[in-house]
């Protein structure tokens, strides 16, 4: 199966795209399924069974407001992220639920949302299971699904199967990007366009990818105007606002010192962590807990490179895309199943990528840039402190995000020769992954979360 690059960037809430987006899609689906079935008028209780890393941190990542939104209808793309905390405290302070946003059922929230701590299903660590009960107590329906990071949601974990009517360039691994650019002369972004256009007109692709960079640019916007203190219980200060008003105070240190831009990256990179901490409105690249570093990346661009047409945002969000997509399909972007290089070390690959390309890089140093960048995220991993995406997530994003222009630099210096391939390094990533201890797999019980004290 292909994937589109619309696949892989939802605009949906935080602060988790695993976590809070797959799960609201799997709970809407599934009332929507109770619908379908004609037994959705029958229904009286439904059951949410969390499992493995859902039930872990769940809490600290929004999965059971999450859950419980998506049961009455929402969906992550359109849910008013304003009035989402207190729609869920409604629920729970009147015990009712509008299932399908049309059903009232009574909602219990200790049998009715099971956090299973200790029970992981086998498919995948991000296990969810929905039943749901009639009066009497008789099941009507029940769906076992899986959050596989990016929002994505399966019903069972297959291998990947060729398309009857694959794209022009299977562009599945490095060397196949490699081949397949000396063989047309075309550039990574080229070549994923063209897959996008035996899909949809150019135009829709285009107008689509635009809009995504819209949305990036609105959650930095937001996340350097939203001061206070993030929701959770760690009490974090959002910093985002003060160094956007220092930053912006003092322009001419810019001349003083050169090193001040990477300021600025952090600032986008946090502005957009610190939003999807918040529940606020981010875009899944290729996952929340490293939502900031395309837009970081994206704005340095923009802002000091000078790179502000439309066309190169487009190509940009492409050529991401298809370094995203080759990880996904040959490893993994969840942090439930290879720690966080899964999730930052992939969204600093596709930046460092996309950003060597726009700065008119060829194919093989766009294959370098990308391999640099995950080479040094090897073995990074996912233990955030109290379960929130919070600590170390959002600096982490900014630290992504320089890491992944240095990358480019470093390729765009050399010819696009060097030792380790693109493929190796995934193939590294996916190993190192399946040898990391589950404790530093987005569970909270390795690392920096339990070696720092939550207050």
């Known amino acids: 199966m292909s994937l589109s690059a619309l696949d892989l960037y939802t605009i949906g809430i935080g602060p988790s795209s695993s976590h809070t987006v797959g799960p609201m899609r799997a709970a809407q689906k599934f009332a929507a399924k109770l619908a379908a079935a004609g037994v959705l008028e029958r229904t009286a209780r439904v059951e949410s069974h969390l499992y493995g890393s859902l039930a872990l941190t769940g809490k600290g990542h929004g999965t059971d407001k999450a859950i419980l939104l998506g049961l009455e209808g929402a969906l992550p793309e359109s849910v008013d992220v304003d009035t989402a905390d207190s729609r869920v405290a409604a629920i729970r302070t009147g015990a009712r639920l509008r299932l399908a946003g049309t059903q009232e059922i009574a909602f219990e929230e200790k049998q009715d949302l099971v956090f299973h701590r200790t029970k992981p299903l086998p498919a995948h660590p991000n296990g969810m299971r929905f039943i749901a009960n009639d009066a009497q107590g008789t099941e009507l329906l029940a769906h076992t699904c899986y959050s596989i990071g990016g929002g994505f949601v399966v019903d069972e974990i297959k291998a990947p199967q060729e398309d009857s009517t694959p794209p022009p360039f299977a562009l599945h691994t490095g060397d196949a990007l490699l081949r397949l650019a000396a063989a047309s002369g075309l550039s990574v972004s080229e070549m994923a366009l063209r897959n996008e256009n035996a899909r949809r007109p150019e135009s829709e692709t285009r107008t689509a990818l635009l809009r995504v960079w819209e949305a990036m640019q609105r959650c930095v916007q937001r996340g350097c105007a939203s001061p206070g203190i993030l929701p959770g219980g760690l ?221």
């Open 235 to 455: 009490h974090v200060q959002r910093r985002a606002p003060a160094l956007f008003q220092e930053l912006s105070a003092r322009p001419e240190a810019a001349l003083n010192d050169p090193l001040c831009i990477l300021d600025w990256v952090s600032l986008w990179a946090m502005a957009v962590n610190e939003e999807n901490a918040a529940g606020g409105r981010v875009v899944t690249a290729p996952t929340n807990g490293a939502a900031g570093i395309l837009p970081a990346v994206l704005h340095y661009l923009v802002r000091v490179q000078r790179v502000a047409d439309d066309d190169k945002i487009v190509r940009f969000l492409l050529t991401a895309a298809a370094i995203g997509l080759i990880y996904k399909r040959n490893a993994s972007i969840s942090g439930a199943e290879v720690g966080c290089q899964g999730e930052v070390g992939v969204a600093c690959s596709m930046a460092a990528g996309a950003l060597c390309e726009a700065l008119g890089g060829s194919v093989p140093q766009v294959e370098n840039a990308a391999e640099i960048a995950m080479e040094h995220n090897l073995g990074l991993t996912c233990d955030p402190i109290g379960g929130l995406v919070q600590v170390p997530c959002i600096e982490r994003n900014a630290m992504g995000s320089v890491k992944a222009i240095h990358a480019a630099r470093l390729a765009l210096r050399g010819d696009g020769t060097h030792r380790v391939s693109l493929d190796k390094v995934i193939a590294t990533m996916r190993q190192t992954g399946a040898d990391m201890s589950t404790k530093y797999k987005e569970t909270s019980r390795g690392g920096l979360a339990v070696n720092v004290a939550e207050c």
